[in-house]
């Protein structure tokens, strides 16, 4: 993989004899990796919080709707009374 073998490049040139230094580039690697996974679980876990609210918020005006349509149908039933 082209990550790989840029991080191995890096490696050679950052640190050419030293593990220890090496392995935190790998820890933090694996930790960034882990970061973006986070953030892309939160995008779509809001995104499924705001399509949960838009589809309550149109439910609740449809509601609104035929009430106010119930309630002027009923006042013009007994206009005509």
Known sequence: MLLD????WVKRKVCPGCDHECDRLDRAT???AISVDAV???RRKQARRL???RITVEAT???MEDRERARSEK???REHL
């Open 40 to 42: 892309k679980a939160a």
């Open 51 to 53: 399509s949960d609210v």
């Open 5 to 8: 073998g840029i991080r191995n």
């Open 75 to 77: 006042m013009a039933s």
């Open 30 to 32: 694996k930790l960034h």
């Open 61 to 63: 005006l449809r509601q």
